[in-house]
Protein backbone atom coordinates (compact mmCIF):
# COMPACT_ATOMS: atom_id res chain seq x y z
CA UNK A 1 0.00 0.00 0.00
CA UNK A 2 2.81 2.61 0.79
CA UNK A 3 4.29 1.98 -2.55
CA UNK A 4 1.19 2.56 -4.29
CA UNK A 5 0.69 5.62 -2.28
CA UNK A 6 4.23 7.13 -2.60
CA UNK A 7 3.72 6.26 -6.72
CA UNK A 8 0.68 8.11 -6.57
CA UNK A 9 2.31 10.96 -4.96
CA UNK A 10 5.28 11.33 -7.37
CA UNK A 11 2.67 10.77 -10.46
CA UNK A 12 0.84 13.56 -8.90
CA UNK A 13 3.59 15.82 -8.66
CA UNK A 14 5.42 14.54 -11.81
CA UNK A 15 1.55 15.58 -14.18
CA UNK A 16 -0.30 18.06 -11.78
CA UNK A 17 2.23 19.88 -9.90
CA UNK A 18 0.47 19.15 -6.48
CA UNK A 19 2.53 17.77 -3.41
CA UNK A 20 -0.51 16.35 -1.96
CA UNK A 21 -3.81 14.83 -2.26
CA UNK A 22 -7.36 16.87 -1.40
CA UNK A 23 -9.37 15.12 1.00
CA UNK A 24 -10.56 11.52 0.12
CA UNK A 25 -8.98 11.24 -2.75
CA UNK A 26 -5.81 8.82 -2.12
CA UNK A 27 -8.45 7.00 -0.34
CA UNK A 28 -10.51 6.41 -3.44
CA UNK A 29 -7.70 5.98 -5.68
CA UNK A 30 -6.32 3.10 -3.78
CA UNK A 31 -9.69 1.42 -3.64
CA UNK A 32 -9.74 1.83 -7.12
CA UNK A 33 -6.32 0.67 -8.12
CA UNK A 34 -6.61 -2.42 -6.14
CA UNK A 35 -10.01 -3.45 -7.97
CA UNK A 36 -12.67 -2.17 -6.49
CA UNK A 37 -15.91 -0.68 -6.99
CA UNK A 38 -16.58 2.72 -5.53
CA UNK A 39 -19.10 5.71 -5.95
CA UNK A 40 -17.45 9.23 -5.33
CA UNK A 41 -19.90 12.15 -4.05
CA UNK A 42 -17.70 15.09 -3.94
CA UNK A 43 -18.73 18.73 -4.53
CA UNK A 44 -17.92 20.58 -7.25
CA UNK A 45 -14.01 21.75 -7.02
CA UNK A 46 -13.44 18.66 -4.91
CA UNK A 47 -11.34 17.29 -7.17
CA UNK A 48 -13.24 14.38 -8.60
CA UNK A 49 -11.62 14.33 -11.53
CA UNK A 50 -7.75 13.10 -10.00
CA UNK A 51 -9.72 10.10 -8.40
CA UNK A 52 -10.04 8.76 -12.07
CA UNK A 53 -7.32 10.23 -13.64
CA UNK A 54 -4.74 8.95 -11.51
CA UNK A 55 -5.95 5.05 -11.38
CA UNK A 56 -5.80 5.41 -15.10
CA UNK A 57 -2.30 6.68 -15.10
CA UNK A 58 -1.15 3.91 -12.26
CA UNK A 59 -2.79 1.35 -14.07
CA UNK A 60 -1.77 -0.86 -17.28
CA UNK A 61 -4.33 -0.12 -20.21
CA UNK A 62 -7.03 2.41 -20.76
CA UNK A 63 -9.69 4.21 -18.30
CA UNK A 64 -12.85 4.53 -20.10
CA UNK A 65 -15.11 7.75 -18.41
CA UNK A 66 -18.39 8.23 -19.47
CA UNK A 67 -19.67 11.86 -19.29
CA UNK A 68 -23.23 13.15 -20.74
CA UNK A 69 -21.46 16.37 -22.41
CA UNK A 70 -19.89 17.09 -25.34
CA UNK A 71 -18.23 20.43 -24.33
CA UNK A 72 -17.30 18.98 -20.81
CA UNK A 73 -15.48 16.03 -22.56
CA UNK A 74 -13.38 18.65 -25.05
CA UNK A 75 -12.70 20.50 -21.71
CA UNK A 76 -11.27 17.99 -20.17
CA UNK A 77 -9.24 15.81 -22.67
CA UNK A 78 -7.77 19.13 -23.76
CA UNK A 79 -6.73 20.23 -19.54
CA UNK A 80 -5.03 16.30 -19.66
CA UNK A 81 -3.32 17.21 -22.93
CA UNK A 82 -2.15 19.87 -21.50
CA UNK A 83 -0.78 18.35 -18.72
CA UNK A 84 1.39 15.84 -21.00
CA UNK A 85 -1.39 12.84 -20.52
CA UNK A 86 -2.75 11.24 -23.59
CA UNK A 87 -6.55 11.60 -23.89
CA UNK A 88 -8.94 11.44 -26.18
CA UNK A 89 -12.69 11.38 -26.63
CA UNK A 90 -15.21 9.41 -29.01
CA UNK A 91 -18.40 11.76 -29.99
CA UNK A 92 -20.30 12.41 -32.86
CA UNK A 93 -18.97 15.75 -33.92
CA UNK A 94 -15.30 14.30 -35.06
CA UNK A 95 -15.77 11.76 -38.34
CA UNK A 96 -16.41 8.48 -38.03
CA UNK A 97 -12.32 7.92 -39.38
CA UNK A 98 -11.06 10.05 -36.75
CA UNK A 99 -12.79 7.77 -34.11
CA UNK A 100 -11.90 5.03 -35.63
CA UNK A 101 -8.22 5.77 -35.11
CA UNK A 102 -9.04 6.86 -31.67
CA UNK A 103 -10.00 3.35 -31.46
CA UNK A 104 -7.23 1.63 -33.10
CA UNK A 105 -4.95 3.95 -30.65
CA UNK A 106 -6.49 2.70 -27.47
CA UNK A 107 -6.09 -0.91 -29.11
CA UNK A 108 -2.18 0.08 -28.85
CA UNK A 109 -2.39 1.01 -25.58
CA UNK A 110 -1.00 5.25 -26.67
CA UNK A 111 -4.20 6.13 -25.05
CA UNK A 112 -4.71 6.74 -20.87
CA UNK A 113 -7.81 7.96 -20.78
CA UNK A 114 -11.31 7.70 -23.06
CA UNK A 115 -14.04 9.81 -23.03
CA UNK A 116 -17.11 8.43 -24.32
CA UNK A 117 -21.08 9.08 -23.86
CA UNK A 118 -22.95 6.52 -22.52
CA UNK A 119 -24.95 5.17 -26.12
CA UNK A 120 -21.86 5.04 -27.64
CA UNK A 121 -19.95 2.76 -24.84
CA UNK A 122 -23.20 1.09 -24.83
CA UNK A 123 -22.56 0.27 -28.94
CA UNK A 124 -18.78 -0.76 -28.46
CA UNK A 125 -19.10 -2.74 -25.37
CA UNK A 126 -19.39 -6.06 -26.83
CA UNK A 127 -16.29 -5.64 -29.12
CA UNK A 128 -13.92 -3.87 -26.31
CA UNK A 129 -15.04 -6.60 -23.73
CA UNK A 130 -12.82 -8.91 -25.40
CA UNK A 131 -9.59 -7.12 -26.88
CA UNK A 132 -8.74 -4.62 -24.97
CA UNK A 133 -6.88 -3.60 -21.88
CA UNK A 134 -9.38 -1.53 -20.18
CA UNK A 135 -8.37 -0.29 -16.88
CA UNK A 136 -11.16 0.87 -15.00
CA UNK A 137 -14.67 2.40 -15.84
CA UNK A 138 -15.74 5.61 -14.54
CA UNK A 139 -18.73 7.11 -14.87
CA UNK A 140 -19.27 10.85 -14.69
CA UNK A 141 -21.92 13.18 -13.19
CA UNK A 142 -23.65 9.31 -11.79
CA UNK A 143 -26.78 10.88 -10.15
CA UNK A 144 -28.16 10.79 -14.39
CA UNK A 145 -29.08 7.20 -13.45
CA UNK A 146 -31.30 8.11 -10.63
CA UNK A 147 -35.03 8.91 -11.03
CA UNK A 148 -34.40 10.89 -7.30
CA UNK A 149 -32.14 13.16 -8.56
CA UNK A 150 -32.96 16.11 -10.53
CA UNK A 151 -31.27 15.24 -14.13
CA UNK A 152 -32.84 11.93 -15.07
CA UNK A 153 -30.83 10.39 -18.18
CA UNK A 154 -32.84 7.66 -20.01
CA UNK A 155 -29.46 6.97 -21.48
CA UNK A 156 -27.70 6.15 -18.34
CA UNK A 157 -30.13 3.31 -17.21
CA UNK A 158 -28.70 0.86 -19.28
CA UNK A 159 -25.40 1.72 -18.10
CA UNK A 160 -26.67 -1.43 -15.27
CA UNK A 161 -25.06 -3.71 -18.33
CA UNK A 162 -21.74 -2.79 -17.89
CA UNK A 163 -21.03 -4.46 -14.96
CA UNK A 164 -21.92 -7.70 -16.40
CA UNK A 165 -19.59 -6.97 -19.54
CA UNK A 166 -16.52 -6.01 -17.91
CA UNK A 167 -16.15 -8.68 -15.33
CA UNK A 168 -13.66 -7.74 -13.03
CA UNK A 169 -12.99 -4.26 -13.99
CA UNK A 170 -13.56 -1.51 -11.19
CA UNK A 171 -16.27 0.44 -12.18
CA UNK A 172 -16.16 4.32 -10.26
CA UNK A 173 -19.43 6.35 -10.19
CA UNK A 174 -18.53 10.02 -9.45
CA UNK A 175 -21.04 12.67 -8.90
CA UNK A 176 -21.45 16.37 -7.10
CA UNK A 177 -25.10 16.12 -6.39
CA UNK A 178 -26.67 13.17 -4.73
CA UNK A 179 -29.14 13.10 -1.66
CA UNK A 180 -29.64 10.03 0.81
CA UNK A 181 -31.85 8.38 -1.95
CA UNK A 182 -29.95 9.15 -5.24
CA UNK A 183 -26.56 7.73 -3.42
CA UNK A 184 -28.79 3.89 -3.06
CA UNK A 185 -30.07 4.37 -6.07
CA UNK A 186 -26.31 4.62 -8.10
CA UNK A 187 -25.49 1.74 -6.50
CA UNK A 188 -28.87 -0.30 -7.48
CA UNK A 189 -29.19 1.06 -11.07
CA UNK A 190 -25.43 0.58 -11.64
CA UNK A 191 -25.43 -3.14 -10.37
CA UNK A 192 -22.20 -2.57 -7.76
CA UNK A 193 -23.96 -3.79 -4.49
CA UNK A 194 -20.80 -3.94 -2.98
CA UNK A 195 -19.57 -0.71 -3.81
CA UNK A 196 -17.78 1.67 -1.54
CA UNK A 197 -19.33 4.87 -0.51
CA UNK A 198 -16.76 7.75 -0.37
CA UNK A 199 -18.81 10.99 0.89
CA UNK A 200 -16.28 13.93 0.55
CA UNK A 201 -18.18 17.29 2.83
CA UNK A 202 -20.24 19.27 0.36
CA UNK A 203 -18.53 22.50 2.24
CA UNK A 204 -17.23 24.83 0.32
CA UNK A 205 -16.33 27.35 2.34
CA UNK A 206 -14.64 29.90 0.72
CA UNK A 207 -17.85 30.52 -1.31
CA UNK A 208 -20.41 33.12 0.60
CA UNK A 209 -24.21 32.68 0.52
CA UNK A 210 -26.33 35.78 0.54
CA UNK A 211 -30.30 36.40 -0.21
CA UNK A 212 -32.10 39.32 -1.00
CA UNK A 213 -36.22 39.07 -0.65
CA UNK A 214 -38.52 41.03 -2.67
CA UNK A 215 -36.48 43.41 -4.89
CA UNK A 216 -37.40 43.99 -8.58
CA UNK A 217 -37.31 46.10 -11.31
CA UNK A 218 -35.23 49.31 -10.98
CA UNK A 219 -33.67 48.36 -7.31
CA UNK A 220 -32.93 44.82 -8.19
CA UNK A 221 -30.91 46.22 -11.17
CA UNK A 222 -29.47 48.61 -9.16
CA UNK A 223 -28.40 45.81 -6.30
CA UNK A 224 -27.16 43.82 -9.38
CA UNK A 225 -24.47 46.82 -10.70
CA UNK A 226 -23.68 47.74 -7.02
CA UNK A 227 -22.51 43.83 -6.19
CA UNK A 228 -20.69 43.73 -10.49
CA UNK A 229 -18.43 46.76 -9.58
CA UNK A 230 -17.63 45.49 -6.05
CA UNK A 231 -16.17 42.33 -8.40
CA UNK A 232 -14.59 44.51 -11.05
CA UNK A 233 -12.66 42.59 -14.22
CA UNK A 234 -13.79 39.09 -12.11
CA UNK A 235 -15.73 36.36 -14.47
CA UNK A 236 -19.22 35.97 -13.43
CA UNK A 237 -22.61 34.27 -14.32
CA UNK A 238 -26.35 35.72 -13.73
CA UNK A 239 -28.82 33.23 -14.02
CA UNK A 240 -32.06 33.97 -15.30
CA UNK A 241 -35.62 32.24 -15.38
CA UNK A 242 -36.19 32.91 -18.85
CA UNK A 243 -34.91 33.90 -21.97
CA UNK A 244 -36.06 36.90 -22.45
CA UNK A 245 -34.58 37.94 -19.11
CA UNK A 246 -30.99 37.24 -19.86
CA UNK A 247 -31.24 39.41 -23.13
CA UNK A 248 -33.17 42.35 -21.32
CA UNK A 249 -30.60 42.04 -18.07
CA UNK A 250 -27.34 41.78 -20.76
CA UNK A 251 -28.92 44.61 -22.86
CA UNK A 252 -29.66 47.04 -19.44
CA UNK A 253 -26.29 46.09 -18.20
CA UNK A 254 -24.47 47.14 -21.26
CA UNK A 255 -25.81 50.33 -21.33
CA UNK A 256 -24.50 50.79 -17.65
CA UNK A 257 -20.99 49.88 -19.06
CA UNK A 258 -20.90 46.73 -17.90
CA UNK A 259 -19.21 43.74 -20.29
CA UNK A 260 -22.17 41.52 -20.56
CA UNK A 261 -23.26 38.93 -23.08
CA UNK A 262 -26.60 36.66 -23.02
CA UNK A 263 -26.58 33.01 -23.36
CA UNK A 264 -29.24 30.80 -23.55
CA UNK A 265 -30.47 27.61 -25.35
CA UNK A 266 -32.11 29.32 -28.05
CA UNK A 267 -29.24 31.83 -29.57
CA UNK A 268 -27.73 30.91 -32.92
CA UNK A 269 -25.02 27.75 -32.54
CA UNK A 270 -21.94 30.27 -33.38
CA UNK A 271 -23.21 32.78 -31.18
CA UNK A 272 -23.53 30.62 -28.46
CA UNK A 273 -20.30 29.22 -28.89
CA UNK A 274 -18.56 33.01 -29.04
CA UNK A 275 -20.25 34.36 -26.24
CA UNK A 276 -19.17 31.07 -24.35
CA UNK A 277 -15.69 31.11 -25.90
CA UNK A 278 -15.33 35.20 -24.87
CA UNK A 279 -16.10 34.08 -21.48
CA UNK A 280 -13.87 31.27 -20.62
CA UNK A 281 -11.10 33.21 -22.44
CA UNK A 282 -11.51 36.22 -19.60
CA UNK A 283 -12.41 38.23 -22.91
CA UNK A 284 -16.23 38.83 -20.84
CA UNK A 285 -16.44 39.58 -17.92
CA UNK A 286 -20.59 38.62 -17.63
CA UNK A 287 -22.71 36.00 -18.58
CA UNK A 288 -26.51 36.30 -17.86
CA UNK A 289 -27.45 32.91 -18.71
CA UNK A 290 -30.19 30.46 -18.36
CA UNK A 291 -29.22 27.36 -16.66
CA UNK A 292 -28.06 25.69 -19.90
CA UNK A 293 -25.27 27.57 -19.33
CA UNK A 294 -21.89 26.57 -16.91
CA UNK A 295 -22.94 22.84 -17.78
CA UNK A 296 -19.97 22.16 -20.07
CA UNK A 297 -17.60 24.44 -18.46
CA UNK A 298 -14.72 23.75 -16.06
CA UNK A 299 -13.40 27.47 -15.95
CA UNK A 300 -11.70 27.83 -12.43
CA UNK A 301 -11.79 31.22 -12.16
CA UNK A 302 -15.52 32.32 -11.92
CA UNK A 303 -15.24 34.33 -8.76
CA UNK A 304 -19.37 35.16 -8.18
CA UNK A 305 -22.67 33.57 -9.39
CA UNK A 306 -26.16 36.05 -8.84
CA UNK A 307 -29.33 34.16 -9.19
CA UNK A 308 -31.69 36.76 -10.44
CA UNK A 309 -34.49 34.41 -9.60
CA UNK A 310 -34.79 31.46 -6.92
CA UNK A 311 -34.25 27.94 -8.74
CA UNK A 312 -36.41 25.45 -8.56
CA UNK A 313 -34.68 23.14 -6.20
CA UNK A 314 -31.61 23.41 -3.62
CA UNK A 315 -29.50 20.30 -6.04
CA UNK A 316 -29.48 22.90 -8.98
CA UNK A 317 -28.90 26.02 -6.86
CA UNK A 318 -26.33 24.56 -4.91
CA UNK A 319 -24.65 22.82 -8.09
CA UNK A 320 -24.93 26.40 -9.95
CA UNK A 321 -23.61 28.52 -6.73
CA UNK A 322 -20.63 25.32 -7.19
CA UNK A 323 -19.45 27.02 -10.54
CA UNK A 324 -17.69 29.63 -8.62
CA UNK A 325 -14.39 28.98 -6.85
CA UNK A 326 -13.27 25.73 -8.29
CA UNK A 327 -9.88 26.70 -7.69
CA UNK A 328 -10.60 27.30 -3.91
CA UNK A 329 -10.41 31.11 -4.00
CA UNK A 330 -13.10 33.30 -2.32
CA UNK A 331 -16.51 33.43 -4.30
CA UNK A 332 -19.81 35.38 -3.79
CA UNK A 333 -23.05 34.67 -4.52
CA UNK A 334 -26.08 36.45 -4.35
CA UNK A 335 -29.80 35.00 -4.63
CA UNK A 336 -32.69 37.45 -5.58
CA UNK A 337 -36.14 35.71 -3.90
CA UNK A 338 -40.06 36.71 -4.65
CA UNK A 339 -43.05 35.36 -4.39
CA UNK A 340 -43.49 36.04 -8.16
CA UNK A 341 -40.77 33.38 -8.82
CA UNK A 342 -42.34 30.84 -6.36
CA UNK A 343 -45.28 31.29 -8.11
CA UNK A 344 -43.62 30.69 -11.80
CA UNK A 345 -41.64 28.01 -9.98
CA UNK A 346 -44.86 26.03 -8.48
CA UNK A 347 -46.60 26.14 -12.29
CA UNK A 348 -43.62 24.24 -13.48
CA UNK A 349 -43.45 21.82 -10.79
CA UNK A 350 -46.76 20.89 -10.67
CA UNK A 351 -47.18 20.57 -14.56
CA UNK A 352 -43.95 18.18 -14.60
CA UNK A 353 -43.86 14.25 -14.64
CA UNK A 354 -43.00 14.31 -10.79
CA UNK A 355 -45.06 16.87 -9.22
CA UNK A 356 -44.96 16.06 -5.80
CA UNK A 357 -41.73 15.73 -5.64
CA UNK A 358 -41.06 18.86 -7.37
CA UNK A 359 -43.37 20.57 -5.39
CA UNK A 360 -41.50 19.63 -2.15
CA UNK A 361 -38.31 20.15 -3.51
CA UNK A 362 -39.26 23.58 -4.20
CA UNK A 363 -41.02 24.12 -0.59
CA UNK A 364 -37.27 23.60 0.64
CA UNK A 365 -35.63 25.43 -1.79
CA UNK A 366 -38.19 28.35 -0.64
CA UNK A 367 -37.45 27.70 3.11
CA UNK A 368 -34.24 28.15 2.18
CA UNK A 369 -34.69 31.71 0.92
CA UNK A 370 -36.23 32.72 3.74
CA UNK A 371 -34.09 30.81 6.63
CA UNK A 372 -33.31 32.38 9.51
CA UNK A 373 -30.58 30.23 10.60
CA UNK A 374 -27.24 29.63 8.84
CA UNK A 375 -27.44 29.10 5.30
CA UNK A 376 -24.94 27.01 5.00
CA UNK A 377 -26.29 24.52 7.75
CA UNK A 378 -29.19 23.89 5.71
CA UNK A 379 -27.33 23.17 2.30
CA UNK A 380 -25.76 20.99 4.50
CA UNK A 381 -28.22 19.09 6.64
CA UNK A 382 -30.63 19.13 3.26
CA UNK A 383 -27.67 16.40 1.82
CA UNK A 384 -27.52 14.73 4.87
CA UNK A 385 -24.68 16.10 5.94
CA UNK A 386 -23.55 16.52 10.35
CA UNK A 387 -22.41 19.85 10.27
CA UNK A 388 -22.90 21.97 13.74
CA UNK A 389 -21.70 25.02 13.64
CA UNK A 390 -22.42 28.38 12.05
CA UNK A 391 -20.27 29.23 9.13
CA UNK A 392 -19.60 32.99 9.85
CA UNK A 393 -19.86 33.58 5.45
CA UNK A 394 -23.28 33.84 5.03
CA UNK A 395 -25.64 37.17 5.38
CA UNK A 396 -27.48 35.16 8.21
CA UNK A 397 -24.04 34.49 10.54
CA UNK A 398 -23.55 38.20 9.36
CA UNK A 399 -26.63 39.93 10.84
CA UNK A 400 -27.99 37.22 13.03
CA UNK A 401 -31.42 37.13 14.50
CA UNK A 402 -32.60 36.95 17.89
CA UNK A 403 -31.59 33.34 19.80
CA UNK A 404 -33.44 31.80 21.90
CA UNK A 405 -32.62 28.41 23.89
CA UNK A 406 -34.55 26.08 22.21
CA UNK A 407 -33.30 23.17 24.11
CA UNK A 408 -36.16 22.28 25.77
CA UNK A 409 -38.69 22.48 22.42
CA UNK A 410 -36.67 20.24 20.13
CA UNK A 411 -36.17 17.78 23.32
CA UNK A 412 -40.13 17.74 23.17
CA UNK A 413 -40.44 17.17 18.90
CA UNK A 414 -37.97 14.77 19.08
CA UNK A 415 -39.67 12.99 21.98
CA UNK A 416 -42.75 13.01 20.74
CA UNK A 417 -41.10 11.29 17.69
CA UNK A 418 -39.84 8.82 19.09
CA UNK A 419 -43.01 8.00 20.57
CA UNK A 420 -44.45 7.80 17.56
CA UNK A 421 -41.82 5.33 16.34
CA UNK A 422 -40.68 8.13 13.73
CA UNK A 423 -44.03 7.53 11.81
CA UNK A 424 -45.72 10.89 11.74
CA UNK A 425 -44.88 14.02 9.19
CA UNK A 426 -45.15 17.49 9.96
CA UNK A 427 -48.55 18.56 11.01
CA UNK A 428 -49.72 14.81 12.73
CA UNK A 429 -46.71 15.79 15.21
CA UNK A 430 -47.76 19.86 15.91
CA UNK A 431 -51.68 18.27 16.34
CA UNK A 432 -50.01 15.72 18.66
CA UNK A 433 -47.60 18.50 20.52
CA UNK A 434 -50.71 20.85 20.98
CA UNK A 435 -52.83 18.16 21.88
CA UNK A 436 -55.57 18.01 19.39
CA UNK A 437 -58.89 16.28 19.30
CA UNK A 438 -59.12 15.62 15.81
CA UNK A 439 -60.20 12.33 15.11
CA UNK A 440 -57.46 10.41 13.56
CA UNK A 441 -55.56 11.66 16.67
CA UNK A 442 -57.61 9.98 18.63
CA UNK A 443 -58.24 7.52 16.75
CA UNK A 444 -54.24 6.07 16.50
CA UNK A 445 -54.34 6.99 20.31
CA UNK A 446 -51.88 9.24 20.21
CA UNK A 447 -53.86 11.42 22.86
CA UNK A 448 -52.42 8.75 25.26
CA UNK A 449 -48.55 9.52 24.45
CA UNK A 450 -46.58 11.28 27.25
CA UNK A 451 -45.86 13.97 24.58
CA UNK A 452 -49.48 14.41 23.77
CA UNK A 453 -49.78 17.93 24.07
CA UNK A 454 -46.89 19.38 26.15
CA UNK A 455 -46.70 22.37 23.74
CA UNK A 456 -50.06 23.32 23.83
CA UNK A 457 -49.12 27.01 24.47
CA UNK A 458 -47.12 27.34 21.24
CA UNK A 459 -49.23 28.36 17.87
CA UNK A 460 -49.50 25.95 14.85
CA UNK A 461 -47.43 28.78 13.20
CA UNK A 462 -44.62 28.55 15.82
CA UNK A 463 -44.75 24.97 15.80
CA UNK A 464 -44.02 24.98 12.02
CA UNK A 465 -41.36 27.62 12.60
CA UNK A 466 -39.90 26.50 15.03
CA UNK A 467 -39.60 22.32 13.51
CA UNK A 468 -38.35 24.31 10.18
CA UNK A 469 -35.36 25.64 11.84
CA UNK A 470 -35.24 21.60 13.22
CA UNK A 471 -35.03 20.55 9.98
CA UNK A 472 -32.59 23.12 8.74
CA UNK A 473 -30.31 22.41 11.65
CA UNK A 474 -29.99 19.56 10.70
CA UNK A 475 -31.65 17.52 14.08
CA UNK A 476 -34.37 15.77 11.87
CA UNK A 477 -34.28 14.76 8.00
CA UNK A 478 -37.72 13.78 6.18
CA UNK A 479 -37.99 10.34 4.38
CA UNK A 480 -39.61 10.98 1.86
CA UNK A 481 -39.61 7.29 1.00
CA UNK A 482 -41.75 6.54 3.69
CA UNK A 483 -44.69 9.34 3.05
CA UNK A 484 -42.60 12.17 4.66
CA UNK A 485 -42.32 11.07 7.81
CA UNK A 486 -39.89 13.19 10.20
CA UNK A 487 -36.69 11.28 11.46
CA UNK A 488 -34.06 12.23 14.20
CA UNK A 489 -30.39 12.36 12.95
CA UNK A 490 -27.37 11.64 14.92
CA UNK A 491 -27.86 15.21 16.15
CA UNK A 492 -31.27 15.43 16.83
CA UNK A 493 -30.53 12.21 19.33
CA UNK A 494 -27.48 14.06 21.11
CA UNK A 495 -30.21 16.89 22.01
CA UNK A 496 -32.95 14.46 23.04
CA UNK A 497 -30.70 13.05 25.52
CA UNK A 498 -29.38 15.96 27.03
CA UNK A 499 -26.08 16.11 25.63
CA UNK A 500 -25.92 19.36 23.67
CA UNK A 501 -28.15 22.66 23.17
CA UNK A 502 -29.95 24.38 20.92
CA UNK A 503 -30.59 27.84 19.89
CA UNK A 504 -33.28 28.55 17.71
CA UNK A 505 -34.31 32.42 16.14
CA UNK A 506 -37.16 33.74 17.75
CA UNK A 507 -40.20 33.42 16.18
CA UNK A 508 -41.88 36.68 14.83
CA UNK A 509 -45.63 36.56 13.24
CA UNK A 510 -43.83 39.72 11.46
CA UNK A 511 -40.25 39.82 10.57
CA UNK A 512 -38.73 42.34 12.18
CA UNK A 513 -36.98 44.83 8.92
CA UNK A 514 -33.37 43.66 8.96
CA UNK A 515 -30.46 45.35 7.69
CA UNK A 516 -28.86 44.73 4.17
CA UNK A 517 -26.07 42.31 5.03
CA UNK A 518 -23.08 43.35 4.15
CA UNK A 519 -20.88 40.99 3.08
CA UNK A 520 -17.63 40.53 5.15
CA UNK A 521 -14.87 39.68 3.31
CA UNK A 522 -13.29 36.15 4.61
CA UNK A 523 -9.69 35.69 4.77
CA UNK A 524 -8.17 33.99 2.19
CA UNK A 525 -4.35 33.57 3.78
CA UNK A 526 -1.65 35.20 1.90
CA UNK A 527 -4.07 37.23 -0.52
CA UNK A 528 -2.59 40.34 1.03
CA UNK A 529 1.20 39.72 0.09
CA UNK A 530 0.32 39.65 -3.64
CA UNK A 531 2.04 41.88 -5.74
CA UNK A 532 -1.06 43.23 -7.71
CA UNK A 533 0.92 44.76 -10.68
CA UNK A 534 3.17 41.81 -10.99
CA UNK A 535 0.19 39.74 -11.17
CA UNK A 536 -2.27 41.70 -14.02
CA UNK A 537 1.61 40.99 -16.03
CA UNK A 538 1.22 37.32 -15.62
CA UNK A 539 -2.26 37.10 -15.99
CA UNK A 540 -1.40 39.17 -19.05
CA UNK A 541 1.40 36.55 -20.06
CA UNK A 542 -1.42 33.58 -19.51
CA UNK A 543 -3.56 35.50 -21.64
CA UNK A 544 -1.42 35.28 -24.65
CA UNK A 545 -0.03 31.56 -24.20
CA UNK A 546 -3.40 30.52 -23.91
CA UNK A 547 -4.47 32.23 -26.82
CA UNK A 548 -1.28 30.48 -28.99
CA UNK A 549 -2.25 27.16 -28.00
CA UNK A 550 -6.50 27.43 -28.19
CA UNK A 551 -6.70 26.69 -25.07
CA UNK A 552 -8.64 28.96 -22.12
CA UNK A 553 -6.26 30.62 -19.70
CA UNK A 554 -7.29 28.74 -16.85
CA UNK A 555 -5.83 26.05 -18.59
CA UNK A 556 -2.69 27.15 -18.82
CA UNK A 557 -2.71 27.83 -14.83
CA UNK A 558 -5.84 28.76 -12.53
CA UNK A 559 -6.04 31.92 -10.42
CA UNK A 560 -4.74 30.54 -7.32
CA UNK A 561 -1.33 29.41 -9.45
CA UNK A 562 -0.76 32.88 -10.36
CA UNK A 563 -1.30 34.13 -7.17
CA UNK A 564 1.26 31.47 -5.85
CA UNK A 565 3.45 32.76 -8.95
CA UNK A 566 3.04 36.46 -8.02
CA UNK A 567 4.49 35.58 -4.26
CA UNK A 568 6.96 33.51 -4.92
CA UNK A 569 8.54 35.23 -7.89
CA UNK A 570 10.87 32.29 -9.48
CA UNK A 571 13.22 33.48 -11.82
CA UNK A 572 14.88 29.89 -12.60
CA UNK A 573 13.48 26.41 -14.28
CA UNK A 574 14.07 24.65 -11.16
CA UNK A 575 12.34 27.03 -9.08
CA UNK A 576 9.39 27.64 -11.66
CA UNK A 577 8.83 24.19 -11.71
CA UNK A 578 8.71 23.33 -7.78
CA UNK A 579 5.49 25.93 -7.77
CA UNK A 580 2.17 24.61 -6.79
CA UNK A 581 0.13 23.18 -10.04
CA UNK A 582 3.03 23.47 -12.20
CA UNK A 583 3.92 19.90 -13.35
CA UNK A 584 6.76 18.54 -16.08
CA UNK A 585 4.98 19.61 -18.82
CA UNK A 586 4.27 22.91 -18.21
CA UNK A 587 7.96 23.46 -17.03
CA UNK A 588 8.99 22.57 -19.70
CA UNK A 589 6.14 25.05 -21.46
CA UNK A 590 6.22 27.97 -19.83
CA UNK A 591 9.19 28.42 -17.83
CA UNK A 592 11.01 30.98 -20.50
CA UNK A 593 8.12 33.51 -20.87
CA UNK A 594 7.13 33.22 -16.83
CA UNK A 595 10.49 33.71 -15.28
CA UNK A 596 10.95 36.38 -18.10
CA UNK A 597 8.17 38.66 -17.04
CA UNK A 598 9.02 37.94 -13.83
CA UNK A 599 12.67 39.09 -14.00
CA UNK A 600 11.51 42.26 -15.83
CA UNK A 601 9.36 42.94 -12.95
CA UNK A 602 12.39 42.72 -10.17
CA UNK A 603 14.27 44.71 -12.25
CA UNK A 604 12.24 47.71 -12.91
CA UNK A 605 11.12 47.77 -8.98
CA UNK A 606 14.89 47.84 -8.18
CA UNK A 607 15.52 51.18 -10.42
CA UNK A 608 11.84 52.46 -9.44
P1 LIG B 1 -14.64 18.44 -9.62
O1 LIG B 1 -14.59 17.61 -10.86
O2 LIG B 1 -14.88 17.64 -8.39
O3 LIG B 1 -15.50 19.63 -9.73
P2 LIG B 1 -11.94 19.01 -10.32
O4 LIG B 1 -11.46 17.64 -10.49
O5 LIG B 1 -12.25 19.82 -11.54
O6 LIG B 1 -13.19 19.03 -9.35
O7 LIG B 1 -10.89 19.80 -9.41
C1 LIG B 1 -11.12 21.14 -9.04
C2 LIG B 1 -9.81 21.92 -9.04
O8 LIG B 1 -8.98 21.46 -7.97
C3 LIG B 1 -9.03 21.73 -10.31
O9 LIG B 1 -8.49 22.97 -10.68
C4 LIG B 1 -7.95 20.73 -9.92
O10 LIG B 1 -6.79 20.87 -10.70
C5 LIG B 1 -7.70 21.10 -8.47
N1 LIG B 1 -7.21 19.95 -7.69
C6 LIG B 1 -7.69 18.70 -7.68
N2 LIG B 1 -7.00 17.91 -6.84
C7 LIG B 1 -6.03 18.69 -6.30
C8 LIG B 1 -4.97 18.46 -5.35
N3 LIG B 1 -4.77 17.27 -4.79
N4 LIG B 1 -4.18 19.51 -5.03
C9 LIG B 1 -4.38 20.72 -5.59
N5 LIG B 1 -5.34 21.00 -6.48
C10 LIG B 1 -6.17 20.01 -6.84
ZN1 LIG C 1 -23.71 30.92 8.00
Not at 257 to 264: C, E, K, N, S, Y
Not at 591 to 607: D, G, M
Request: glycine residues 6%; contains cysteine; charged residues 20%.
Amino acid sequence: MQDIENEALAVLKKFYGYSSFYPMQYEVIEHVVTGHDAVVLMPTGGGKSLCYQLPALLMPGCAIIVSPLLALMKDQVDALIANGIPAAAINSQQSEQQNRDIIDNVFRQNIKLLYISPERLLAHMDEWSHDMLINMIAIDEAHCISHWGHDFRPEYSQLSLVRERFPGVPILALTATADRLTRIDIKEQLNIPHAKIFINSFDRPNISLNVVSGLSGRSKLKRIVNFIEKHRHQSGIIYCLSRKTTETLATSLQSLGIDAQAFHAGLPTDQKLRVQQAFINDDLQVICATIAFGMGIDKSNVRWIIHNNMPKNIESYYQEIGRAGRDGMKADTLMFYSFGDVKTLMSFANNSGQAMINVEKLNRMQQYAEASVCRRRILLSYFNERYDHDCGNCDVCNNPPDKIDGTTLCQMALSAMARTHEAVGFMTLIDILRGSRKSEIIAKGYDQLKTYGVGHDLTQAMWNAYLLQMLQLGLIYIAYEEDGHLKSTSLGREVLYGKRKIELSRFYYNQPDKKTAKSVPLPMGNEQDIDELLLSKLKDTRRALAKAQGIPPYMVFSDKVLAIMAQEKPVTKAQFGTLYGVGEHKTNLYWPQFTAVIKRHLNEAANR
